[in-house]
């Protein structure tokens, strides 16, 4: 049901990544472990660069 990442964003700072499916009700929502790297990346591109 769930599926979690931790990822290197600096030196000092890491994001965790946490997916939980409930309910199936979308074809990604099957590889969980997948659907988490899609949502990673997407808050992956939304950060700012680092100072």
Same mark, same amino acid.
């Given at each position: 049901? =769930?599926?979690? /990442?931790?990822?290197?964003? =600096? &030196?000092?700072?890491? /994001? %965790? *990544? &946490? *997916?939980? @499916?409930?309910r199936? @009700?979308?074809?990604?929502?099957? &590889?969980?472990?997948?659907?988490?790297?899609? *949502?990673?990346?997407? @808050? /992956? %591109?939304? /950060?700012?660069?680092?100072?």
């Open positions: 049901m =769930s599926c979690g /990442l931790w990822l290197g964003v =600096s &030196d000092t700072q890491v /994001l %965790s *990544v &946490d *997916v939980i @499916v409930m199936e @009700v979308r074809p990604e929502y099957k &590889d969980r472990c997948m659907f988490a790297e899609k *949502v990673a990346g997407m @808050v /992956l %591109s939304n /950060l700012p660069a680092a100072n």
